[in-house]
């Protein structure tokens, strides 16, 4: 049975990187290459050394989501402070969020958001049910702020409008970056192409869902958030073409692996658009996925669980404590791994 407390790890503050660095592809690169099952090898990169890691028969499948300026910040009737964090848009005027106030709204109670008001009709566990008269999409535009990790304690600067949105995205939708696709640039991206790799995009509309902990320490009684998604035909048709080929299919991040193995449920690979709630933990055994590019993860949090059931609990213990050891920057604006999946036991 695994438990949330087999997923604790100690990293210092100073290795938390708070704010990018001013090239996204400059990010040093922690690479693993499997020699058995129980065994990889790691060696340092650098982020743009990744097209000389692929072979031109291989995929990159990337998440094209668009992060929503999903951060607001009102009044209750009372005067009390309160900020707004999208979780989903439901509709024009509907939204689920996490509201933070000294003292939690009631359902039917107001909130005011500049001259627009939003009705609270409705709570399930830590969400709100909101609705608003002016369609949500003004009130981003107008007063919304790029919804930044809480890890990083600062406040969304300007520069995070542009750094914390990966440079192909195209679909809003989401309340977290991919954070992974951050690392790309279009000198990257036009290096991968003149290597001949093939790419291919699913979208994962990320929920802020992504930072917490799992809830329970008997992982059995975890429930995953919902994340929205979309694996098109192309893909499926890419896949294919890959396998074909010999080549690997790479995931770059976790949201693109989920979007692939939740769209691969029934056994193979089929068009799906919908909710997922797949909770991948070690065991788990991977349809789609061959190797994956990634970040450094949140202690207890379900992408640590995913990282370890695809490379292996302990290699990505020994990674991530390589990564300590020789000061790696941590979590969305920070470094980066490049991982093979487990081999399978003798």
Known sequence: MWRKSDFV???????????????RSAARLLVARAVSATQVDLSDRMVRDLPELLAPDDLLVFNNTRVLP??????????????ILLERLKSAHE????????????????????????????????????????????LLAVQG???IPPYLERAALESDKQRYQTVFAKHSGAVAAPTAGLHFDAALLDA?????VATAEVTLHVGAGTYQPARHENLAEHVMHEEWLTVGQEVVDAVAACRARGGRVVAVGTTSLRAL????????????????????????????????????????????????????????????????????RFYSYGDAMFLPKRLPDA
């Not at 999903?70 to 900020?83: C, N, P």
């Not at 991968?192 to 001949?196: C, D, E, P, T, V």
């Open 9 to 23: 790890y100690e990293l210092p503050d100073e290795l938390i990187a708070r704010f990018p660095l001013p090239e």
């Open 70 to 83: 999903a951060r607001l910040f009102g009044q209750k009737e009372s005067g009390g402070r309160v900020e």
């Open 95 to 138: 939204a689920n969020a996490y509201v933070r106030a000294s003292k939690s709204p009631k359902v039917g109670g107001v909130i005011r958001l500049g001259d627009a008001e939003v009705q609270v009709t409705g709570r399930h566990e830590a969400l709100f049910a909101l609705y608003s008269e002016t369609p949500w999409a003004e």
């Open 145 to 147: 702020e790029m919804p």
């Open 192 to 196: 991968i192409r003149a290597r001949g």
């Open 261 to 328: 193995e939740s769209a691969a449920a029934s056994g193979s690979l089929v068009p799906y658009s919908g909710d997922t709630d797949l909770f991948i933990t070690p065991g788990y055994r991977f349809c789609v996925v061959d190797a994956l590019f990634t970040n450094f993860h949140l202690p207890e949090s379900t992408l640590l669980m995913l990282v370890s059931a695809f490379a292996g609990y302990d290699n990505i213990r020994r990674a991530y404590q390589y990564a300590i050891t020789h000061d790696y």
